[in-house]
């Protein structure tokens, strides 16, 4: 379908910030960049009963991270998030109003994981921390006030990678076990090649040429992107993974190989279920302030997760 008039003015409205593109500038410079972007079209944070920034143990050392609790009652369900970005930008802040969202709409502890950053930290890094965080919630629920046994995993974008090899590190590791795997436009496989990076090269706020600077600053020479804690589409065996959910931007280059990943999960007879979303780009779920569709497949992410923690009792 035509592209959504939502999507439409957020994209004229964001060309007006006048921002460079990530490859003509330094990540450093693209960090900042990144949060100007995140920031603009916000409206006033959703409340929470508490909300507190905390450091936890990493591969490398302590990692920032940022508790969201919905409401004072406990035990609740647990969410370790891990943000966009490619792996190089976005931080706990360009992610704070998701995490609110997501918080809310599942009724979970949210825990956002600031894992270390590309260049600076290639490839396997942030899969390793995101992992580390994961490990670490599940044994630290209690003082949480979440329960351990209804423990599950999120992200977009290159967050979404990192959910994906979070689980498939979890199955491959013998823990933690989780509920479910919500995988927002994630990013799947080291490739260029679909027919939705081509239709959608540019114009719709990821570009290709995005996509090709992520992958190279992350990877340590590209043959490594070829590993499945890279491109999880790659992994010969899915089965025995966590249920996920996959969701889909129409107009978004990472649309096939969400959608790919989600096909080979079924599959394996990992219980799937694929929202793809008419007239949409990618990133669309964060702007939930000005997108409906955004605000309907953040209620679809809270509606699964609550569904999925239901059956772990």
């Known amino acids: 379908m035509p592209l959504d008039p939502q999507a439409r003015w957020l994209i004229d409205q964001l060309a007006r910030l006048n921002l460079p593109p990530n490859d003509k500038v330094t990540p450093g410079e693209a960090r900042q960049n990144m949060l100007v972007r995140a920031k603009a079209f916000v409206g006033d944070p959703i409340k929470m009963a508490a909300v507190r920034d905390i450091a936890i143990p990493g591969p490398a050392g302590a990692m920032p991270a940022r508790i969201y609790r919905p409401v004072e009652r406990e035990p609740l369900p647990l969410v370790v998030f891990l943000h966009g970005g490619g792996w190089i930008i976005g931080n706990l802040d360009t992610h704070d109003h998701v995490c609110r969202a997501l918080a809310q709409e599942s009724q979970s502890v949210v825990v956002s994981v600031d894992y270390r950053l590309a260049p600076e930290n290639k490839y396997p890094a942030a899969a390793e921390d995101a992992y580390a965080a994961t490990v670490w919630a599940a044994a630290n629920a209690r003082e949480l006030g979440a329960a351990a046994t209804r423990l599950a995993v999120a992200g977009d974008s290159a967050g979404g990678n990192l959910a994906a090899v979070v689980a498939l590190m979890a199955r491959d590791r013998g823990g933690p076990r989780l509920a479910s795997q919500v995988l927002l436009y994630p990013v799947t496989d080291y490739s260029f090649a679909t ?12 570009s290709t040429t995005d996509m090709k600077w992520f992958w190279a600053h992350y990877l340590p020479e590209p043959a490594r992107g070829l ?5 999880p589409l790659r992994a010969a065996d899915l089965r025995g993974l966590a249920p996920a959910l996959v969701v889909t931007a129409e107009y978004d280059p990472l649309r096939d190989e969400g959608r790919a990943y989600a096909s080979q999960l079924q599959a394996a007879g990992v219980p799937t279920t694929l929202l793809e979303y008419e007239g949409m780009v990618h990133g669309f779920v964060s702007r939930y302030f000005v997108l409906d569709q955004g605000r309907q497949a953040l209620a679809e992410v809270g509606r699964t997760l609550k569904q999925a923690f239901a059956s772990e009792h």
């Open 195 to 206: 027919a939705s990076y081509q239709e959608n090269a540019e114009g719709y706020l990821l």
């Open 227 to 231: 590993e499945l804690y890279a491109s």
